[in-house]
């Protein structure tokens, strides 16, 4: 028996429509509505200036929601474009399936299921690229792209570049910067930059060489989706991790932070300790600005504790800064010719005035305080190992 009734009403109930973006497909078009109007009739269909007989097709279909846009301008112009239209609908989830029969409707209900079992997500169909008749550069295209993506998010997917998704309309950015078919991989990206999970679901596949028409310019938006992986993880390294990192550490009690982080780290002493080291010298260094990124990627480089060291980079708090600047400046006098005591400097117009005699001695002080605090760490550390040997013997 078929489940399609049944789904047929729970799409309505969902708010969820079908986005079917079409460029030149009119070959396979008919059979992808045809197919996607036994699930739901909340259908919308994207003409991204089509110069087939598309528009012929559509007039077949007067039911459908159609939108013609008079000049291919892209397939994410075309979703994006899908995405307003739904949401000025009221529309809450969309599904988006390609016109070029690739992808079966009948598949519909593993998104739906999906979304109702486990919540609001980016669902992507993950298709089987090893059977037979799937092209050898889709199937490179997709480890690439699935490479990348998990290099900028920290979420491993089987299959990132299926056109065949559910989108959490409210959930997803709004706002975009490209148009073509790297808007595909922008989108999952910031999307789990934002905290929405992304996640695939198992879906079928069809490769006919017959019909399918597929409009991927290899060198084209192959560089195209290069630049923008550039970009996403230049982003990625210089703000997406260290924010994430900040956040976890401040979900932390300090109590808790030390007894997890440093007491029962499975670090040996001397790492331990060269963590505190690291964050303490960072900390103090003239490097406002950049103390998070450069104690992270040192610390990372150095294979020392990430979280210890960023814990002790915050030795710079406001509140002993000008305890900083005023020693930083005294410790510069005694090594600058004509340096001035500056009894009184705790400002960062003393900072101006005697540029030299700051830097010079707060590179000093940071050198010294990271000395002091890594030697009396290990200290430390090393008694607490050896009372523990003493009580468990």
């Known amino acids: ?23 030149n497909n009119h070959k396979t078009l008919k059979r992808v509505i045809d197919g996607v109007l036994q699930y739901t009739a909340n259908v919308i269909v994207v003409n991204d200036g089509s110069t087939d007989t598309t528009v012929e097709i559509l007039l077949d ?8 846009l008079s000049k291919n301008k892209g397939k994410g112009n075309a979703l994006r474009t899908g995405f307003v239209t739904a949401r000025n609908a009221g529309y809450e989830y969309a599904i988006t399936i390609d016109s070029d029969g690739q992808h079966f409707p009948d598949d519909i209900p593993v998104f739906i299921d999906a979304l109702i079992a486990d919540g609001d997500a980016l669902l992507i169909g993950s298709r089987n690229m090893a059977q037979e008749g799937v092209p050898k550069k889709s199937s490179f295209g997709n480890k690439f792209s699935n490479f990348w993506f998990w290099f900028e998010t920290g979420i491993k997917l089987e299959d990132t570049q299926s056109g065949y998704r559910l989108y959490p309309l409210k959930r997803i950015p709004e706002h975009y910067y490209t148009p073509k078919f790297e808007f595909e991989i922008e989108i999952i990206v910031r999307a789990a930059w934002k905290g929405l999970p992304v996640k695939n679901v198992p879906v079928k596949v069809l490769y006919d060489v017959n019909e399918r028409v597929s ?19 230049i982003i990625s390294l210089l ?27 499975g670090d040996s002493n001397t790492k331990k300790a060269l963590s505190i080291a690291l964050g303490v010298f960072i900390g103090i260094a003239p490097l406002w600005g950049l103390q998070t990124v450069l104690v992270l990627s040192s610390a990372y480089l150095l294979r020392l504790n990430k979280l210890i060291a960023f814990a002790f980079s915050n030795i710079s708090i406001p509140p002993a800064i000008p ?9 510069g006098s005694l090594f600058i010719a004509g340096g001035k005591t500056l009894d009184t400097a705790t400002t960062f117009d003393a900072i101006k005035q005697n540029l030299a005699q700051y830097l010079v001695g707060s590179i000093l002080l940071a050198v010294l305080m990271s000395f002091l605090f890594g030697m009396t760490a290990y200290v430390l550390l090393t008694a607490l190992d050896k009372n523990k040997i003493h009580k468990n013997a």
């Open 61 to 68: 279909y007067p039911q459908v929601n159609q939108v013609h």
């Open 323 to 331: 305890v900083i600047i005023y020693l930083s400046l005294k410790m």
């Open 1 to 23: 028996m078929s489940t399609a009734p049944q789904y047929y009403s729970l799409l309505g109930r969902l708010k969820c429509c079908v986005i079917i973006p079409t460029y």
């Open 239 to 265: 703000y997406i991790k260290p924010r994430d990192f900040i956040l976890s550490f401040k979900k932390k009690s300090l109590k808790q932070f030390f007894i997890e982080n440093v007491l029962e780290s």
């Open 215 to 233: 409009h991927f310019r290899p060198f084209k938006d192959f560089t195209r989706i290069s630049v923008l992986n550039t970009v996403l993880v």
